[in-house]
């Protein structure tokens, strides 16, 4: 019944940038916090940016300064701006909406299919 869709990812140098986004679809009444996840192979996933409905935003400190996190509320939408690019931000990353599907339910996480960033000359 909902979906959350990412695109964006892809093969970058060292330095370059790339912008992911995450659509929100299905049947939606409400959305909270929207999140950016990431995990590389033989890690665990973590957090790299967090963003309230009010605009509000967290972001780990390795990412803090480079990475920026937004959303069109309009849209159901969440977007990260990433630039200068190390290699150590290669990963799957995951976009993860709080979100309420109808008025009677309590809110509830859910998770993207996840897209993959390859930081790499």
């Known amino acids: 019944q909902v979906q959350l869709v990412e695109s964006g990812g892809g093969l970058v140098q060292p330095g370059g940038s790339l912008r992911l986004a995450c659509a929100a679809s299905g049947r939606i009444f409400s959305i909270g916090a929207m999140a950016w996840y990431r995990q590389a192979p033989g890690k665990q996933r973590e957090l790299v940016a967090a963003i309230t409905p009010g605009g509000s935003t967290n972001y780990v400190d390795s990412v803090t300064g480079r990475f920026t996190i937004s959303r069109d509320n309009a849209k159901n939408t969440v977007y990260l701006e990433m630039n200068s690019l190390k290699p150590e931000d290669t990963a799957v990353y995951y976009c993860?909406?709080?979100?309420?599907?109808?008025?009677?339910?309590?809110?509830?996480?859910?998770w993207g299919q996840g897209t993959q960033v390859t930081v790499s000359s």
């Open positions: 993860n909406a709080d979100l309420q599907t109808n008025i009677l339910t309590n809110r509830k996480m859910y």
